[in-house]
Structure formats: C-alpha cells, structure tokens
C-alpha cells in the first residue's frame, strides 16, 4: 500500500465519522453510532500501528504533502503531514487511548440524549488532534492547535443546559486564544526570521544560529506562551480544573491524555529552537516547577473527585515541562506517555465510581468501595502507585528520568521537584483512601444502587491498567537492564539538539540508586502518612465551610486565583467597556459627531431670519449687491 | 442705411443711464406691485435704447437682435408678472408688496 | 460586454419589478434574476481566468470634452468584489422571504438596483462614474433603511446619509483637484489620475479628503458612530446589503485609490491611519463584550473586524493586501451570515436582547449548527475562512511593526469572548417562555445560510483559487508606492 495514502487516511477516518455523525445525530441509530463513533477512532490506530512499523521507510522523505493551502508571496503552506518516531510516538497515543476511551464511553454515556452529538464531537476532537500531531508546519499544528480548542470548548460545554458549565467551557476556550495569540506571533516571528514555517526548513536554518540568539529567544517565548494556555500552565492554568465540568471521557480524553500535552510535544518538536534559548529554557523550568508544586498543593486539599485528578493533571504537565527545561525531552515524552495511560485510567476509573454513585463527585460521600467495585478499584490502584512513582509502575521510570536529569541540572531544583512528587503521592493515596476504604458514607440510595460498571467500561480500564503497569518497559534505564528503547527510537528527532545541549557528565550508579533510593522512600512515606490520617483514625471528613488554619483555607479557595483574576481582568474589562460605551462612545464621539450637525442647523435657525418675507427688502438687498460687485469689480 | 451719427453716443449713455436709475428707484421705493412691475420695464427698456444705439454707432446688426430678444423676454415676464399680480390681488385685495410677506423664514 | 450587462441586467430587472403587482411573483423573480446575475459574474470569472488579463473591458464615450468615458472593466480585485456582491444578494433576497414588507415590489427593485450601483462601483475604470455609482448605492441603501426600518429610523438614517454623504463630497472635491492636475487633455481615467503630478503637500490634502470619505464609509475608528444605530434600525436586509457590501466600498477604494494616487504619502501617513485603525479594532471589541442587542453586538465586531482590514491595506505589503482582500470577502459572508441568524432568532422570538433568550440549540439544533459555523469564521478559527484573512492580515502587520500586530492580534481573544457570549446566552442555558416555542430552519432558510456555510469553509479549506485571483493584482497596485 501506498505510504503516504496511509498517512492521509489517518485522520480522515475520525472526520467521515464526524460528518456522519454531525449530519445525521438524531437519526442514526444508537448501535451504529457505538459502532462508528469508537470504528473510525480504530481505524486511525490500525492505520497508525502501520506507520509506526514502517516510519523507518519514511526517513528519507518525512514530509508528506495533499494540497498548498496558502500561499502568497514568499509564504508557503502546504498542507503536509511529518512522518517522524516523534509524530508517531503520539499519533499512536492519540488513537489508542482514545479508541478506548471511545469504547469507554458507549456505556458511560449510554443514557445521555445527545449520544450522537457527543461522538461526533469526540471523533471531530481526534481529527484535529492527529493533525495537530502530524502537521509538517507550524500553521497546520495551529489548526489543530486551536481545532482540539474549539472541541474542548464543545465537549466541557456538552450539557448545556447548565450555564456554569457553559462559562466553564467558554472560560477553557479564551484561555487557551491567550496562548494562541502567543502561538500566532510566535509564526509571525519564525516567519520573519526564517521565511519560513515549515519544519524541517526552519529547523535546518536554526542550527546554524548562534546559542541564545534574541529573536530566538523570543520565538520561543511567544511559542511556550501557546504551550502555557494549551497544557495549563501558571498563569493560564485555572480552565483546566473547571473544565471537568464535560462529561468524564472527554476529560479523560482530552484534559489528561492528549490535547493538555500539546504543549509539551510542541516544545519537543522545536527542540532545536528551544536548546538554542537557555533564557527560555530557565523561564520554563521555573514555570514549570511553580506549577508543579502549585498545582498539587491545591490538590491536597479538594474533594471533588475529578478536581484532585485535575489538579494533579496540571501538576504533572508541570513536571514535564521541567523535564523539558533540562533538555531532557525523551524524559519528558516518556513522562507525556505513561501519564497518558495511568491519568485516562484515573480519570476513566473515577467515571466509573461516578456513575455508580449516580453522579456523586465528592470523595467525602463516597468510601468502601472496593468491595462493590473490585475491578474499578484495582485498575484505580494500579494508576495511583503508577503516578505517584512506585517501581515497577510505569511513573516511577518516567519521573525518575526527568528527576535525574534535574539532579544533573542543579540539586536545589531536584529537592523542590522531589518535594511535588511526594505531594503527589500524598494527594493521590488520599483520593484513594477516601473513595475505596473505610465505610461507604453516602445515602441508603446510592447504597442500594452500586454496581461495578458493565464490561464495555471495565475492558478499557482493564487494557489502560496494563499500558500503566508495564509502560516503564518502554524506556527501561540501563541499570535495570533496559535499552532506553524509547530514547533510542527518538533520537533522530532530538539528535540536533542532543550536540547543543552542554554534555553531561555520566552520572555514577550508585548516585543514580541513591536518588531512587530517597524519592522512594520518601513517597511510601507519604503513603502510609496518609494511610493514618485518612484511614486508620477514621477522622471526620469536615465539611465545606469549617474552619481551618488560615494556609489551609488558601489552599483550599485554590489561593484565590480565580478570584484575583475576576478582579484584575475581567471586572476592569467589563468596566472599561461600559466606560467607553457609555462615555467616550456616547458622550463624546457621537456628541461630537451630532454637535457637527447641531452647529449647521443653528447656523440655519439664525441666518433664516434675514428671509424677512419683505420684497422690498430683498430688492434692495439684491441691488446693493449688484453695486457692491461692480464696486468691487472696478476694485480689484 | 442713414445713420443717426448727428446725435453723439454720449447722449445715449446719459440719457438711458438716467432712465434706468429712475426704473431702480422706483423698484426700491414704490410699494405698489404693478408700479415696480412698469420700473422693471423701464430699466428693461433703457437697455434696450442703448443697444440700439450702440448697435446703429458700431455698424452691428447684433445689438438690435439682442433688443428683439429681450423685447420678446420681457413680454413674456410682463405677462406673468401681471397673471400674478391679478391673482394677489383677488386673494388679498391689495397689490401693496409690504402686505406680501407670508413667504419668510 | 459582460461587464455592461453586469450593471444592466439588475437595473433592468428592477425597472421591471416595479410594474409586477403579486407578491409572489416580485419575490421569484427577484430571486431567479439575482441569481442569474450571479451566473453572470461567474461566467465573467470563467472568461477572466481562461482569456487572461483581457480585464473585460468595456468603453464609450460620454462627456468626451470633460474626458469622461464610460470605462469598465475588472481587475483580480474588482472581479472578487462583484463576484461578493452577485453572491451575497440572491442571499439576502431569500433571507428577506420571511418578512412581509409592505410594498414588496419597491422593497426588491431597491435591492437590485443598489446591486446594480455596487457592481458599478466595483468594475468602474473612471473616475466620474466611478463617483456617480458610488453616490448612487447611497440612495436605495437611505430607502430601504428609512422606509422598512426599525423605531426611530428616519433621525438615524437621516444622520446616516447625511455622514457618509459628507464624506463622499470630500471624494468629490479631491477627485476633481487632482483631475485638474492629469496630464492634457485631463481625463477622468483611471491610469490618468494616477499619473496626476501632485506635490507631496497637494497629495497630503488629497490624502485626507479621500481618506475621510472612505474612513467614514468602512468605518474606522472614529468615524463610526453612525454604523451601530443604522445596522441596529436598518431592516435586517438593510443591515446585510450595508455590513455585507456596502462597506466594501470604502476599502475597496482605498485598494484603488488612495494607494496609487497618494503613493507618496501612504508611507507617512500610515502610522497614523495604523494607530486609529488599532484602536478601533481593541475599542471597538471592548465595547461589544457588554452588548445586549444582537445587531448591535454585531455592528461593533464588525468595525473591530473592518479595522483590521483597513490597518492590513495600510501596511502596504502583500501579505497583508491579500489578506486584506480576502478577508473582505469573508468579513460579507460571515456578517450577512450573522444578520441572518439574529434576523432568524428575531422572528421566531420578538426579540434580539440576548439576555432574554436562551436555550434554542435544544429547540433549533440545525439553527444552533449554522450559527456556530459561521460564528467560528467570525472569530477565525483556522479551516474557517476567517482564520485565512486574519492569519495573513496579522503576519503583513507584524512585518511592519510587531506591537501593532500584538495589539491588533487581541482581537482573536475578544472576538471569541463577545461571539461565545452571545452564543451561550440564546443558543445554549435552559429554555424559557420566550423561546419555547422556537422552531428550526426550514429548507427555505437552510436555503439561504447553506451557500453561507460552504464559502465559509471553502475558503478556509482551499483559499488558493481566491489568493491566486488577486495574487498579481495586489503587487501591481502595491508597484505605485515603491
């Protein structure tokens, strides 16, 4: 078969099941929509493994070219796809975990009314996802880019009768058009310096520029603005949490696996531009770290199921991008690849203890579970030791090498990031324990209702368990006898900026062991100190509006970030434009305006009285005019 | 033709400079329509003199085409003027101009 | 000839309209002709595109001595604004099906004949005519917005026509200063008056006056205060013939005039003209997060967008001239689109106050559908045809000052806020009294927003056959300033 055909029809798959489902949403049946909704996602795989195990044939010629879609001037935009270990590292993440997601969701929203309408969406949301991953330019990542923005905004708003979850949705989409106006200047700027947006061409002519060159510098400044809305980041990070206002795959889906990281994988893409900007590089790492540690200090303290998943998603983008900072970017698209599978678990285990509470959200209701949903409970188990960073899950591999990567960086920042990830631990075994241990503290109701969820949810959760038990596999460290395959598969994509990147001095294995050592003792720590707060004591759960030492009550308001925002923001924006409706348009350019008009009929309303009516009058006007001009006639 | 040349142009001049400034005067004083309507005549008909003569001095048949044409102007503008005149009157029962000032403003 | 018939053949058939009685039939007609008046168009695209550059030429002498002829012809540029025009009016024909104006027969021969003056405008290759046409569309645009209007129309329209009017004397006084000054014997062609010896002071004042007429037409920041009351009391037919075309007029007069006959001043007073232009696009936006009525929500998005426009042609380079010329066409489809929609809403709900609607998607989903689509144009999401004007609008701002494409680029922000608030507070949020009996498009309304939908995303997906139309063009008139 045709390559490139192949490449092509990747992402066609999810837009014929869009169109189909778009089109027709009330009429087609329910079996069919289960049948293509989750089809066309698979379709995508198949044909995705297909590449992936011929992306060597794509070496010569990654760029794959359909159409030019503009072009003037000295701009060129083909529409083209990049075939590279990179693109495919995520286009089999997109349409994996997604494809189980999609089966996850024909029984997670098998009552909804709007079924139809919500694959639709989905399917639209992992077509513009593949071509945020596979496009060759920057403007065709931009279409994705902002495509998953818009599917975003669709699927938080996707009950919208209600208009919290409304502005939730709306608040995720100008957000991430905060970044996107980075991203956009970004392109102008790649676009002046290089005459170019193409990858391979700008990345070629950017080798040869000099380290810490300031248009590179700011290139990549306004691109990880772009990164910053996209995988919320400090200080556009507050949608992400609202945005678990949409249905639980979608938050699965799109705000934990795959769009959130975009951001990551779009710096991995850039590599080269990145490596060239260490000013860049400090602003990410700091960014990255605050957020990490921001994020799950937040989450320690909310109780609603999804939020703490939410917070930690953020958390978690934060320590990728760490990774990043340090030019570790095999570790940070490790990390972007595990968290895909053990967060979609997360997320899709708390769907399923949501739905067997009937829609119940908050962990303070909930308890004892794991007996009446063994198998939500162990795949949920296996993702919470999985990101807290416990061997031999797959976290544990993936932070650890952005962990030794940092250590090599400078010791203060491991400690700070050592510090996040025994948060994590603690946030993490804490959703764990109040949700599945002790005793079941909701209504007689729910009581009678529980039920572990039907196989077609329970089979995804199963599958992602595996993928996040084992995923550490996929970039074994060489002291555990592993090859570093993943690192070995990407090395052509980072091997550019690898030559920049100041060598680092081979870290000795008994270092290397000593850092494990110490992160893994200190995490089961925080297991079992959370063990004994939350379960051995059986504490009272307090409620909402108890009182709490004065840190606690900031952590708890999220440190009054939205708040702030409201204040500094929105409120004077809402302010300036009444101000300018109602003064500067109303009182003083249009009064202006009309004072021009006002002046030409007063002029009017008194020059009219010279018209006496008198004939007399006018005749002797007009002859003392015929005198004036002949006078002035002889004058002049 | 016999031309007049025993009478100098300068008499015209004077004369018919003398018969229009008296047409004017009494445009601007008389407030009897008809009255305003006969000086608007006679200023008429002071130009028309003087053409003529210039006409008959310079030797060009034009001037005297002029009078002809103003001659017929004049009749015609008599005509209306006097059609309206005769209607002010029966709506106002007065050809006083003083009286005719509805139309202002 | 096809150019002739182009100005023709809407005069005729409003000629005739007048004489029809039935309602029914005034309609179909005008429907079956505007259509056909786009088949026109189209074929002249077809002969412009396979006989090259022949600019479908037309001319006759008129006022010979003046140096006035009746010259017409269409550039890349002229042949994309007429091809707008043709496409947009059968549209707003159809759109107008729904009401029962009174004096139907008047209503849709007023129509054509604005079409007819606009396409006069756009294809004219001389200046007088090009002025006649120009003050013509001014006149069924007053009627219609004065006669079939909304509550206090005649004090808006009044103030409307004599604001634009004002402007256009300006034009007329600058068109015959700089006509005095072409080469002998003077001539009111085109390439005569741009060849017009004008000293760098003349073409400053000739700059300002021909600047002032356009700026208030399009308009630009200040010059719009007549725009929202007039869109807002314009019947919605009104509003769509001036958002969608009319004010294509302005811009494309700057494209034709401004450029080549003040090229020496261009440079120096774009910075200014860039600083009024910026303003308006972030004033103009602010404003319109606070907006309860739909029209007029629209009516300020429309000057933050048209800002842009104007601040792309001023730059003076060719991404941006393209963009511009782009966007022209789009900014039409997607604000006759919206018209539409609100229009829409209006009839089946009383009202356009967004805070008194809410819920329709539920009850209107193929309505909820097209009013997404062409709101995502609006806010230029890319694969939208929005997304293709301003991606290149910004990137030729950018090559001429970054801080300038860094404030103008805010728009890609509000524009999203002001758009999803006026979405989510009628289309989305629980149903109530007001539009609970709502109802969905029926074919003939489909009818009219399905053509509105393709370009829309015919022009996102495939912009190229547009870009290429202009491509040379752009660079000849953009050749008058080097």
């Known amino acids: 078969m045709n390559l490139t055909f192949v490449v092509f029809l990747i992402p066609i798959f999810p837009l014929l099941g869009f169109l189909i489902l778009g089109m027709g949403f009330r009429s087609i049946p329910k079996k069919v929509t289960s049948i293509l909704g989750p089809g066309t996602v698979l379709l995508s795989f198949i044909f995705s493994l297909f590449t992936f195990f011929n992306v ?22 083909p529409f083209a796809f990049l075939i590279d270990p990179l693109s495919v590292l995520m286009l089999l993440i997109v349409t994996g975990v997604g494809f189980l997601i999609h089966v996850y969701s024909v029984g997670y929203m098998k009552e909804d009314p709007g079924y139809g309408r919500f694959f639709a969406y989905m399917n639209l949301f992992v077509f513009f996802m593949l071509l945020l991953v596979l496009g060759a330019n920057y403007p065709i990542m931009f279409i994705g880019w902002e495509g998953v923005g818009l599917c975003s905004y669709l699927l938080i708003g996707f009950w919208f009768k209600n208009h919290d979850y409304n502005n939730a949705a709306k608040k995720a989409f100008i957000m991430n058009r905060i970044g996107d106006l980075g991203f956009l200047l970004g392109m102008f700027l790649i676009f002046n310096t290089f005459s170019s947006l193409s990858f391979d061409q700008v990345f070629q002519q950017a080798k040869a520029m000099p380290m810490g060159d300031p248009t590179i510098i700011a290139i990549t400044l306004l691109l990880f603005i772009g990164a910053v809305g996209k995988s919320a980041q400090i200080p556009l990070y507050t949608w992400l949490p609202d945005a678990m206002a949409g249905p639980t795959p979608v938050s699965a889906l799109i705000h934990a696996a795959t769009m959130v990281t975009a951001g990551v994988y779009m710096i991995a893409r850039s590599n080269i531009l990145y490596v060239l900007a260490p000013t860049t590089m400090s602003v990410i790492g700091i960014t990255g770290l605050a957020t ?33 900072s340090v030019g570790a970017f095999t570790g940070a698209m490790f990390h972007l690849t595990t968290h895909a599978f053990f967060k979609a678990l997360l997320f899709l285990g708390a769907g399923s203890v949501i739905h067997a509470l009937g829609g119940e959200q908050d962990i303070r209701n909930m308890g004892g579970l794991r007996s009446k949903l063994p198998k939500t409970y162990w795949t949920f188990l296996i993702a919470t030791i999985a990101i807290a960073g416990i061997p031999p899950l797959s976290g544990f591999f993936s932070k650890d090498e952005i962990l030794l990567h940092l250590f090599e960086h400078s010791s203060l920042l491991w400690i700070i990031a050592v510090v996040g990830s025994l948060m994590t631990a603690f946030y993490m075994f804490r959703l764990l324990y109040l949700t599945f241990f002790r005793s079941f503290r909701g209504t007689d109701e729910q009581m009678h209702h529980l039920h572990e969820s039907p196989r077609v949810m329970t089979t995804p959760l199963i599958i992602l368990a595996i993928l996040a038990a084992f995923g550490g596999l996929l970039n074994l460290p060489e002291i555990f006898n592993g090859g570093n395959s993943l690192s070995g598969f990407l090395a052509p994509v980072f ?75 929105s409120k004077p924006i809402l302010w300036l434009s009444k101000v300018f409706h109602e003064v500067v348009e109303i009182r003083f350019i249009d009064r202006l305006v009309n004072g021009v008009g006002n002046m030409v009929v007063w002029t009017g309303n008194t020059v009219r009285f010279i018209q006496t009516g008198n004939v007399g009058f006018y005749m002797f006007i007009m002859i003392l005019g015929i005198i004036l001009i002949l006078f002035l006639n002889i004058l002049i | 033709m016999d031309i007049p040349t025993n009478i100098p142009i300068q008499y015209y001049l004077v004369f018919c400079s003398v018969l229009f400034s008296i047409g004017v005067i009494g445009v601007l004083i008389k407030r009897n329509a008809l009255v305003i309507l006969m000086s608007i005549e006679l200023m008429i008909n002071s130009i028309n003199l003087l053409l003529a003569a210039f006409s008959a001095y310079n030797n060009d048949p034009a001037g005297q085409i002029f009078v002809f044409f103003i001659m017929v102007v004049a009749a015609a503008e008599v005509a209306i003027g006097l059609a309206i005149v005769v209607l002010i009157y029966r709506t106002t029962h007065s050809i006083d101009i003083n009286v005719l000032n509805k139309l202002k403003w | 000839m096809l150019t002739v018939i182009l100005i023709l053949f809407p005069l005729a058939l409003s000629l005739i309209l007048i004489s029809v009685r039935q309602e029914r039939a005034i309609r179909q007609l005008a429907l079956a002709g505007s259509v056909a008046e786009f088949v026109l168009a189209v074929a002249a695209f077809i002969t412009y ?61 007023l129509i054509l004949l604005m079409e007819m003056a606009l396409v006069g405008v756009f294809v004219a290759f001389d200046g007088l005519v090009f002025y006649i046409f120009w003050e013509l569309a001014l006149i069924p645009a007053w009627f219609i917005c004065a006669v079939w209007g909304g509550n206090d129309r005649i004090r808006i329209t009044f103030k409307f026509f004599i604001y634009t009017f004002v402007g256009s004397l300006f034009m007329l006084v600058a068109l015959l200063y700089v006509y005095f000054k072409t080469p002998l014997p003077h001539s009111f062609d085109f390439q005569w008056l741009y060849a017009a010896r004008l000293t760098p002071s003349e073409q400053s004042w000739i700059f300002l006056a021909f600047f002032v007429a356009f700026a208030i037409k399009i308009p630009v920041f200040p010059f719009h205060t007549w725009q929202p009351d007039t869109y807002t009391a314009a019947p919605a037919a009104g509003s769509m013939l001036l958002a969608g075309i009319m004010l294509k007029m302005g811009l494309y007069g700057m494209i034709r005039w401004l450029i080549p006959v003040c090229h020496n001043t261009m440079q120096q007073f774009a910075p200014v003209v860039l600083v009024l232009a910026v303003t308006g696009i972030v004033y103009a936006s602010i ?73 329709i998607a539920l009850k209107a989903p193929r309505l909820a559908i097209v009013f997404l689509i062409i709101l995502l144009g609006s806010i230029a999401l890319p694969l939208t045809n929005g997304f293709i004007g301003e991606f290149l609008l910004l990137l030729g701002l950018f090559k001429y000052s970054m801080i300038f494409a860094a404030i103008a680029g805010l728009t890609i922000i509000f524009s999203a806020v002001y758009m999803l608030r006026m979405y989510q507070r009628t289309m989305l949020g629980k149903i109530n009294e007001i539009t609970a009996l709502t109802t969905d498009l029926s074919w003939r309304e489909m009818a009219a927003l399905i053509p509105l939908v393709i370009m829309i995303l015919w022009i996102g997906l495939f912009p190229m056959l547009f870009l290429n139309l202009t491509a040379d063009d752009v660079i000849q008139v953009l050749n008058y300033c080097r």
């Open chain 1, 292 to 324: 990490a540690l921001f994020a799950a200090s937040i989450a320690i303290f909310q109780n609603d199921i999804k939020k703490v998943l939410a917070y930690s998603t953020i958390s978690q983008l934060g320590y990728m991008f760490v990774g990043l």
């Open chain 3, 49 to 109: 595109k396979t006989s090259c550059h022949c600019n479908l030429l037309v001319t006759a002498d008129w006022l010979s001595t003046l140096g006035v002829s009746l010259k017409f012809g269409m550039d890349g540029i002229s042949l994309m604004m007429v091809m707008l025009t043709t496409f947009l009016v059968p549209v707003i024909i159809l759109a107008s099906f729904n009401h029962s104006y009174s004096k139907p027969a008047a209503f849709y021969s």
């Open chain 3, 287 to 359: 404003i319109a997060i606070r907006q309860q009525d739909m029209k007029r929500l629209v009516a300020y998005s429309s000057i933050a967008h048209v800002g842009l426009i104007a601040a792309g042609i001023f730059v003076l380079n060719p991404y941006a001239m393209q963009g511009a010329v782009i966007q022209m066409v789009s900014h039409g489809v997607n604000i006759v689109g919206l018209f539409i929609v609100i229009d829409l809403i209006e009839q089946r709900t009383g009202t356009r106050n967004i805070s008194d609607l809410g819920g």
């Open chain 1, 56 to 77: 060597h044939n794509f070496a010569g010629s990654p760029t794959q070219t359909l159409f030019t879609w503009i072009h003037t001037g000295s701009l060129q935009i």
């Open chain 1, 495 to 569: 091997a550019d900026s690898a030559v920049l990147v100041t060598p680092e001095t081979p870290m000795s294995l008994s270092t290397e062991l000593l850092l494990m050592g110490i992160t893994l003792i200190v995490v089961l720590g925080m297991v079992f100190l959370a063990y004994f707060r939350f379960v051995k004591n059986e504490p009272e759960l307090l409620p909402d509006g108890a009182k709490r030492p004065s840190l606690v009550q900031l952590m708890i308001n999220k440190y009054y970030i939205d708040e702030l925002y409201d204040y500094i923001i």
